[in-house]
């Protein structure tokens, strides 16, 4: 495989560009996981990864998760890797008992801000506690993503790794998972 660090001037430790999401969706499964509720809330992934998958797989086990992909040949490598956990899917389906959401980004997501726009407007106490957006800002989207993301009450945009990572949340103040970040412009 070959490596494509894209490393921030400020940045210790390269890491691969497809996992600079990981630091802050393994703090956002931690945080979410010590949240006392009543029903066992999921974690939701929108575009499966071999980095993020296996991780919340292993941090939720198979019945804590699920995870959804549109392009039937990645989603048959990752399963390949985990196991049948990837769902593929046409479109992205609303998962109402979402505790963590992750939302992978690219060239072809045409429709993932419009899956949080839909979630924005679910009740606020059926809403995920914490989203968590790869490759944000990216300049795809850029006509869903300015008017989506500035509706939710906290966000972060974290840029210790690039591509950079947002977080958001209309439940809590989640804070900085102890790394850099800042307020979302």
């Not at 495989?1 to 001037?9: E, F, L, S, T």
């Not at 703090?27 to 509720?37: E, F, G, H, T, Y």
């Not at 679910?122 to 869903?144: A, C, F, G, T």
Request: aromatic share 16%; net charge neutral; glycine share 4%.
């Amino acid at each position: 495989m070959a490596y494509n660090y894209r490393v921030n001037p400020y940045q210790s430790i390269p890491i691969h560009s497809y996992a600079t999401h990981m630091p802050y969706l393994i703090s956002a499964i931690k945080l979410a996981s010590q949240i006392p509720v009543e029903h066992e809330k999921l974690v939701v992934e929108y575009g499966c990864g071999m980095y993020s998958t296996p991780i919340i797989m292993a941090m939720c086990g198979r019945d804590r998760m699920v995870s959804f992909e549109h392009e039937a040949s990645w989603a048959s490598q990752v399963n390949r890797v985990v196991g049948p956990v990837v769902n593929i899917v046409e479109s992205w389906p609303v998962v109402e008992n979402a505790g963590v959401v992750f939302m992978d980004n690219g060239p072809k997501c045409d429709d993932r801000y419009p899956i949080i726009q839909r979630y924005l407007e679910m009740p606020i106490e059926y809403q995920p506690w914490l989203i968590v957006v790869h490759d944000y800002p990216s300049r795809y989207n850029k006509k869903y993503r300015d008017g989506v993301m500035n509706q939710f009450e906290f966000r972060k945009y974290f840029n210790s790794f690039l591509p950079r990572t947002c977080v958001v949340s209309n439940r809590f103040y989640f804070g900085d998972f102890g790394f850099p970040t800042r307020e979302l412009e």
